[in-house]
């Protein structure tokens, strides 16, 4: 069982960026990592991913660019640099974990076992 909170989240400016942290209770080493986002009357959706050892990521064609995932795993922590923010990235931001490792192709389309509660990011225009 593997417990993720995240934090970081909050209300800023369009243009500002944060940085998400995503901190899980066990060894995250042999998960690869997501970060997905739900903004209001909308269904979640991909943001990023990273394979187990950080070598390999994915990002969603909206954030590429201007969002940056990483982890750390000696500390068990996933992080997601968010910068030129937008009103439309207005969102509840979840972090996830998949047994998977993508290391050697894509990142996109895992199967998450283990989910945070959220952390919400409010751009204002």
């Known amino acids: 069982q593997v417990m993720l909170v995240e934090s970081g989240g909050g209300l800023l400016q369009a243009g500002g960026s944060l940085r998400l942290s995503c901190a899980a209770s066990?060894?995250?080493?042999?998960?690869?990592m997501g970060w997905f986002r739900q903004a209001p009357r909308k269904e979640r959706e991909f943001v990023a991913a990273i394979s187990w050892s950080g070598g390999n990521t994915a990002y969603a064609d909206s954030v590429k660019g201007r969002f940056t995932i990483s982890r750390d795993n000696a500390k068990n922590t996933v992080y997601l640099q968010v910068n030129s923010l937008k009103p439309e990235d207005t969102a509840v931001y979840y972090c996830?974990?998949?047994?998977?490792?993508?290391?050697?192709?894509?990142?996109?389309?895992?199967?998450?076992?283990?989910w945070g509660q959220g952390t919400q990011v409010t751009v204002s225009s």
């Open positions: 066990g060894r995250i080493s042999s998960y690869s």
């Open positions: 996830a974990a998949s047994p998977e490792d993508c290391s050697g192709y894509g990142c996109y389309d895992l199967t998450y076992e283990y």
